[in-house]
């Protein structure tokens, strides 16, 4: 990742009280970057840690022109490297967290109103939908989480996108373990937080919802005082949210569709909803019921600030779901293509909304595993394939060695399907797939496709429209 970072090289030092090995003159940075191949002249160099030691690419960004770079004290690198380009170095125990260190103190240089969002599932599209209602205000003036980068590297590089002239930032924060958004939340210091809900998500690691609940808490640390935490009705382990509220000092906003005065749903529609927003009608086309719950924190959230209600729901009206993320594919076949990741919580909303899409249809569902759940994993792939049978889906596919759970559930519960099948993780069980759905599907009938981030879904998407059953 790669951003603009205008700053010297001793106003970075100076955040840092042990700088290591020496000084080399104040030289001015302009850009801040983890891949050495994006430095050139003017660069500070951030090695991380992941598939590779990023350590071994400072000699790369260095000779590409680098003018700063973090290094963990006494890492082997410093060996192939002068005594010279040494007093490049700051020298840090840990390049993730002195990443996060750099961020928090360009966020403090700033005052624009920041925006949370975190949540076990439907946090990214509550971070676009957000995003896509305040988009009527100047382009400079407006700083979005890309994609899904809301982690500690994410984070940060959405925090360097701050300058003078931004007015919002709205930041998504996610986890795989505990002490991670407690991180986030204290780099992006944010004003007011929308959590989506707690689920299963990441359940491997934090070994319970309740741990996962306190995990979420954490983005309050954070907040500053009388900011506005909105959070579902309903929501599993409401205490542990209210203790931390008001340890916090800040206001406590339960969010529900049918109780706020904001936003009304008038009716279902084939593809979506039809919302009254601010008195405006608005032609919503997810057909996700959870969305909507999400949607009506974010329109409660924008009329508690005072944003222009007017141009807010002029915006909504314009709002589609991007990313393999609910996308409708139609032709002979209509697709439901969700492909973007996967957890038991959303996985059974997409099979309500695929049934939602497919009133008077025949409904299918290609289904693949659900990582992250550990020894939860056959409990909540039971759970979906149970789910699937009681919305009555003429027939299921699983992908992958879990998936056989969400099969087997699902035969057990419903004896009537057209096929119940699993299939291993591979390039020929695509191939058998796509002559299954041609083999046994008819004009009209629709599919809905979607499993966790790794099982790269979308394979499937694109071998079903090699055949022509839908657009392109």
């Avoid at 390049?95 to 920041?114: N, Q």
């Avoid at 002490?179 to 944010?190: D, F, H, V």
Wanted: with cysteine; proline share 3%.
């Amino acid at each position: 990742m790669r951003e603009g970072f205008l700053y010297s090289s001793q106003t970075i030092r100076n955040i840092f009280t042990d700088v290591g090995a020496g000084f080399s003159d104040s030289e001015s940075i302009t850009h801040i970057a983890t891949s050495s191949e994006e430095i050139d002249t003017g660069g500070f160099f951030i090695p991380l840690l992941g598939n590779r030691d990023g350590h071994e690419f400072i000699p790369s960004a260095l000779s590409r022109g680098a003018v700063l770079f973090l290094c963990e004290r006494n890492h082997p690198i410093l060996e192939k490297i002068s005594p010279e380009d040494r007093k490049k170095a700051i020298f840090v125990k840990n390049t993730l967290r002195a990443l996060g260190k750099i961020a928090e103190f360009h966020r403090m240089r700033y005052r624009p109103l920041v925006l949370g969002i975190t949540g076990s599932s439907g946090k990214t599209t509550t971070k676009e939908i957000l995003g896509m209602s305040l988009s009527y205000l100047p382009f400079d003036e407006l700083v979005i989480t890309e994609k899904n980068y809301n982690n500690e590297i994410g984070v940060p590089f959405t925090i360097f996108k701050i300058h003078k002239q931004t007015r919002i930032v709205i930041i998504e924060m996610g986890m795989n373990h505990s002490g991670e958004i407690s991180r986030l939340t204290r780099m992006a210091k944010p004003h007011h937080v929308i959590l989506t809900g707690i689920g299963p998500s990441h359940i491997e690691n934090l070994g319970s919802l309740e741990a996962i609940a306190y995990a979420k808490s954490e983005i309050m640390e954070g907040m500053f005082k009388g900011g506005n935490f909105y959070l579902p009705t309903g929501i599993k382990y409401l205490e542990i949210f209210q203790k931390h509220a008001k340890k916090r000092n800040l206001n406590f906003k339960l969010f529900q569709l049918k109780d706020s005065d904001s936003i009304k749903l008038i009716e279902r529609s084939a593809e979506g909803y039809i919302l009254e927003v601010f008195g405006e009608k608005v032609e919503w086309k997810i057909p996700v019921y959870k969305i909507l719950e999400n949607l009506t924190a974010v329109v409660d959230l924008v009329s508690d600030l005072g944003f222009d209600k007017k141009e807010v729901a002029n915006k909504l009206k314009a709002y589609q779901s991007t990313n393999r993320r609910n996308v409708i594919l139609e032709k002979e076949l209509t697709l439901l293509d969700d492909t973007y990741n996967a957890n038991p919580d959303s996985m059974i909303s997409s099979l309500q909304s695929l049934v939602h899409v497919g009133s008077g249809k025949d409904c299918y569902a290609i289904l693949g595993d659900m990582k992250e759940l550990g020894s939860y994993s056959e409990k909540y792939h039971k759970k979906v394939g149970k789910i699937a049978a009681e919305l009555g889906l003429k027939g299921l596919i699983g992908f992958g060695a879990d998936s056989n759970f969400i099969v087997t559930s699902y035969m057990k519960h419903f004896r009537e399907s057209k096929f119940a099948v699993q299939f291993e993780d591979s390039e020929d069980s695509i191939q058998k797939i796509r002559d299954l759905l041609k083999s046994n599907l008819k004009q009209g009938d629709i599919v809905l496709i979607k499993g966790s981030r790794s099982m790269k879904m979308e394979r499937i998407v694109e071998s079903i429209k090699e055949i022509g059953f839908v657009n392109e």
